[in-house]
Nanobody, 124 residues
Framework: QAQLVESGGGLVQAGGSLRLSCAAS????????MGWFRRAPGKEREFVAA????????RYPDYVKGRFTISRDNAKNTVYLQMNSLKSEDTALYYC?????????????????WGQGTQVTVSS
């Protein structure tokens, strides 16, 4: 069973940047696609980014495209989310998730394992 631990959240001013990390345990990391999701207070969880097992395919929703970049280092069992040009509406609890398939998916229900989340707060 995979365990995921996020880090890198914090308080940042609008326009600033943060880099989130998600460290995964287990020997199947390089076979699994990974994703980032977020949940803001009073809102539903939403998709932020996904990356295939090989790292060659990434997917983003329009509201982060061009600002966020997902990447992974399979040698370190770690996936990253670089967030630039942050806006107050990016404030949320950010989760990483793992799915036991090499292909990307944007659907939260398909992900098998989830981390506990890391808080990102963007002040305006």
């Amino acid at each position: 069973q995979a365990q995921l631990v996020e880090s890198g959240g914090g308080l940042v001013q609008a326009g600033g940047s943060l880099r989130l990390s998600c460290a995964a345990s287990g020997r199947t990391f390089s076979s699994n696609a990974m994703g980032w999701f977020r949940r803001a207070p009073g809102k539903e969880r939403e998709f932020v980014a996904a990356i295939s097992a090989s790292g060659t395919t990434t997917r983003y929703p329009d509201y982060v495209k061009g600002r966020f970049t997902i990447s992974r280092d399979n040698a370190k069992n770690t996936v990253y989310l670089q967030m630039n040009s942050l806006k107050s509406e990016d404030t949320a609890l950010y989760y990483c998730a793992s799915v036991t398939t090499p292909l990307t998916t944007t659907q939260a229900i398909r992900y098998n394992y989830w981390g506990q989340g890391t808080q990102v707060t963007v002040s305006s």
